[in-house]
């Protein structure tokens, strides 16, 4: 509670790995499942990680190693579900 998630990534439509320029916050409609929605450019091979953010900004960063994706010619909107 109190926490909301983002996502932050190696291109800067999610912030170039900066916590502060991440993209979200994400939905929880599905809770515990988040749902954090970008539009990345086209055929970009990208890295990214989840993070969670309290109220003041706090950042903690999915562990684990980097995910990456290929974003698709047909489908540049992504949906990037979590369940942390």
């Known amino acids: ?27 929880s409609a599905a809770y515990p499942t988040w749902t954090v929605t970008a539009r990345l450019p ?3 091979s990208i890295q990214f ?8 900004g706090a950042a903690v960063w999915e562990s684990g190693a980097n995910r990456t994706y ?8 992504v949906s990037f579900s979590f369940r942390l």
């Open 42 to 44: 086209v055929g970009a």
């Open 1 to 27: 509670m109190g926490q909301n998630v983002f996502i932050a990534g190696s291109i800067p439509e999610l912030g170039s790995w900066d916590a502060a320029k991440a993209v979200g916050p994400g939905s």
């Open 49 to 56: 990680k989840a993070i969670k953010k309290d109220g003041a």
């Open 70 to 77: 290929t974003v698709s010619a047909s489908n540049p909107t």
